[in-house]
């Protein structure tokens, strides 16, 4: 049976509000918990850092992706077996995100942006229908949905599209939108909603 897969993108960030790292962490402990397998960029500082150190801790299986120049200056997550390397960012987003079964986006900076935005334009135009969670945790996306809130307010994005992805405050709430918004069968990858790659 295939583990259904979720996909975080996060911050790589030591100098951040401590406060970040035990919500990430929850979160890699929650995805853990459901059986799931956690997919994160590979680093292992930062909330991508903390999120797998969550799913690990919680006996989670845990899947990375990335550069082989991280890899060079060690700063990949070596307590994770199944990593993937590759040689370029577009090769890994697109591992990222073909693993994923969800997206979830943690805080984060230029990268996780560009990911998170990436992910929901793939799904404005039908690439997939996989839930995404923006994980708003001490408020960090506010200036963002106020951002896409100006788009749909001004015709920039049409409003069926508000659907295309869901705001948690908590990590429980971000395990509870995926589960509501897969249909579900117990431990598996639904045929649906596009499995893993």
Request: proline share 3%; glycine share 14%.
């Amino acid at each position: 049976m295939t583990l259904f897969r979720v996909t975080v993108y996060a911050s790589s960030s030591e100098r951040i509000d401590r406060a970040f790292f035990a919500v990430a962490e929850e979160l890699g402990r929650r995805i853990a918990e459901q059986g799931w397998e956690l997919v994160f960029g590979g680093g292992r500082h930062g909330l991508m850092g903390a999120v797998s150190r969550g799913a690990r801790h919680a006996g989670g299986a845990v899947r990375g992706v990335i550069l082989q120049q991280f890899i060079d200056k060690n700063l990949h997550c070596t307590q994770t077996a199944a990593m993937q390397s590759v040689t370029d960012m577009r090769l890994r987003k697109r591992g990222l995100d073909e693993a994923g079964d969800a997206y979830v986006a943690l805080p984060g900076g230029l990268g996780t942006l560009e990911e998170v935005l990436e992910i929901l334009s793939f799904k404005q135009i039908g690439l997939h229908r996989k839930p995404v969670v923006l994980l708003n945790a001490m408020g960090y996306w506010d200036p963002l949905l106020a951002v896409l809130e100006q788009g749909f307010a001004g015709g920039f994005i049409q409003d069926h599209y508000r659907g295309i992805y869901t705001v948690a405050a908590d990590p429980a709430a971000a395990i509870e939108q995926i589960v509501g918004a897969v249909p579900w069968r117990p431990g598996a990858v639904d045929e649906q909603g596009g499995g893993s790659a």
